[in-house]
């Protein structure tokens, strides 16, 4: 798995190993973003057509969901070919065109990495699955059953039933903590191990520049396959999974999160830093330590650079109370680790619909996301403020959620295609039936739609993000002050000399707190802040907020 492509990187890119740091970061999903090949499903020359669009928006980089070869029974999170492009999302040159127009305009690209799993129609487990003692035989996690058939332990898959699927050409279960076509591979292998460091080497020699690590704390299973314990009911959190997902009975604690992470953590990390100015975000699944595990991963300067864990991704509301909790969980967790905050992406629900936000609930939130400190992603169309899409049975993609429909919303109510304008039936997604429906009530807040109007949403996150990816302060600044008055979250942020105080009222009801002694002017006039300038106090409005700069 090598390449003899080595791309260099246009000079729109600069020079700065630290980007990530504070940066923004637009998340593509491939499938729903433009359709130019006229089969209702994007491709990669889609989000090409649309570079110049993304670039508007201010954002640092793009992480673009898998477009690798695969049967697509996970929708490319189940791959069989990882280093070619899937024919439906187009070729490896489609890939470098968009590559080089997105350098060409100052974004980096980051792709998504499913290394914990392949697809049980890649070589690697066809081989495996054919014999116990064939040179591929360990690459994935086997286990005998039972003494009375049963599977090797109690570990039960995110997607529902058992992780253990039973292969009758082995006489053996194998381990899926998702899908049973998405067999685990055995990390315990170093073999295993080289060959997914070499399909990183390949994609940073196509260019990239960086990864998002899909499900980075599954890569190892405990090496004994003991059973997990039972978790107490008077903890059971629902982040990862929901309440009719027996998943949330147990405390993970042998079937992902293992300390042998860490090493190949570092060796990934190794391979990167031969390159320049490459950064790595991984995805925490954890609805028990979050928070905590993204802080091993990311502490010193040898593992990751980022990791995101689902702490605002569930539907609890979104608290005063809970950020700082959250915050002091996180600073506790690690001295010098680095968290990427997200409110939305392919798996969950729209936050416009899991909170109950209207226009201006959701400019509060938009606002605090590239406010505080850490990186921040942004998922395409969250920046529209599109709600959930209700998607009728018949039409459902998604396998998680047709296996606990009705009573767990589909993943597919957030991957409905991106509506560019109003006045066509697809929303300038695509020319024919796209292959998931696009909803009327996207239609009107299609891209065309808002640009041209001063107040909207799109506008409005326009403006925020470009107040963070111009402000040192807010990339990479300190923050000190955290503390709440009721439903007010208050933070300070400082960096080389400059100081700002923010306040956030995250609830429906007007609220008014003091504002610290000193001199203070309006941080940014262009973002709807609330002006207290000469005042001691401040009268926040519902989803009210101010940012305000030390002026002495």
Known sequence: MSSTHSHARVSALDDNPDWWRGGVIYQVYPRSYQDTSGDGTGDLKGITQRLDYIASLNVDAIWISPFFTSPMKDYGYDVSDYCDVDPMFGTLSDFDALMAKAHSLGLRVMIDLVLSHTSDQHPWFETSRQSKDNPKSDWYVWADAKPDGTAPNNWPSIFGGPAWQWDTRRRQYYLHNFLSSQPDLNFHNPHVQDALLAVERFWLERGVDGFRLDTINFYFADKQLRDNPALPQEDYNFSIAPDVNPY??????????????????????AVADEFPNIATVGEVGDDQRGLEIAGEYTEGNDKVQMCYAFEYLSGSSLTAERVV?????????????????????????????RWGLDTQGIRCYSTLLMSWRGSACVYQGEELGLPEAKVAYEDLRDPYGIEFWPDMPSRDGCRTPMVWNSHEAFGGFSEVKPWLPVPKEHLELSVAAQSNQVDSTLNHYRRVMNMRTRSPLLQKGDQTALNHQGDVLMFERVHAGERIWCAFNLSDTGQTVDIPSGDWTLFNDDIDAVNPVGASTVDLPAWGYTLLQHTD
């Open 325 to 353: 909790k959250s915050f002091k969980r996180w600073d506790a967790a690690s001295d010098d680790g680095w968290v990427c905050w997200a409110f939305s992406n392919h798996d969950v629900r729209r936050p416009a619909t």
């Open 248 to 269: 949330v009975y147990q405390r993970h604690i042998h079937s992902k999160n293992q300390p042998e992470n860490l090493e190949f953590l570092r060796r990934f990390r």
